[in-house]
């Protein structure tokens, strides 16, 4: 078992080999749930491709006994993954992919900030036109590929959907602070079979390909760096579990995104 208490900021152990998380003393019950492979066919490269049953773990509303005040009161919600290793076909272990609503019309889209708790993660930023749209009249805007280590932190700003891949041998752990008042929404997403780009694996080679499902001219994929936000409280190695539970008003941004878009993009460096 590995110890991610001082990484997390809240006690948890993990267990690479089966990928279960178990959690210490006064740690309360999450709302748990799974997504199967079955699942994830119809938004895969390669949709009768083989592999393990689950490919993730979803924990929903983690946290410490007494903090309940950050979902009541702040209307925040933490989240932690589990992704095992594996390959679907051609591509990597991958997420399905979500966009977020707005707070009300003409507002920008909910944001969202992940941290790395184990392994390393790849996220894809896609923003479309409209999240509605089907493969032959979406108009994707924009789309950043972000690599992001333990104990740094991925800002996935207003507008963008994202995408989380695995690609190393290794399972993948990350959590979340999201604001609670909405679902996700995955749009057309499965009609696309992903976002506008496919990370494949051919010959031993890894390439980026742009998805043959969009009918439309896609952009050219972007590539960035995560950056701290300290003015959010989000340094890297600082558990943000930690930060918010000492200073929710820092994590406004969430619930406002309206008010921070700016200080938001600091959180991404684009070459």
């Known amino acids: 078992m590995v110890d991610l208490s001082d990484i997390a900021g809240l006690p948890l152990k993990f267990d ?38 689950i490919i993730y773990w979803m924990y929903r509303n983690l946290g410490l006994q007494g903090d309940e005040a950050l979902l009541s009161t702040y209307r925040l919600r933490y989240d932690i993954s589990v992704f095992v290793p594996c390959k679907l076909g051609r591509e990597p272990m991958k997420t399905s992919g979500h966009y977020h609503p707005s707070p009300y019309q003409g507002a920008v889209a909910y944001p969202e900030v992940y941290e790395v708790l184990y392994g390393e993660a790849l996220y894809v930023l896609q923003k479309v036109a409209d999240m509605e749209a089907g493969p032959q009249e979406v108009q994707v805007e924009d789309v950043i590929a972000m690599r992001v280590k333990a104990g740094e932190k991925a800002m996935m700003p207003p507008g963008y959907g994202h995408v989380t891949i695995n690609t190393l041998d290794e399972p993948l752990v990350m959590c979340n602070w999201v604001c609670a008042d909405f679902k996700s929404f995955y749009g057309s997403t499965e009609e696309c079979r992903g976002f506008a780009y496919w990370l494949v694996e051919e010959d031993g080679v890894s390439s980026w390909v742009r998805n043959p499902n969009y009918a439309q001219p896609l952009p050219e994929l972007r590539f960035a760096d995560p950056r701290p936000i300290p003015e959010f409280g989000l340094e890297n190695g600082v558990p943000m579990y930690q930060v918010c ?25 684009v070459r």
């Open 245 to 269: 539970r000492e200073h929710p008003e820092w994590f406004a941004f969430l619930l406002r995104p309206q008010d921070y878009e700016e200080q938001m993009w600091k959180g991404l460096e």
């Open 16 to 53: 690479p080999a089966t990928c279960a998380i178990s959690y210490g003393a006064g740690v309360r019950d999450p709302l748990y749930a799974t997504r199967e492979l079955d699942a994830l066919r119809p938004l895969l490269a390669d949709p009768d491709c083989a592999g393990p049953e």
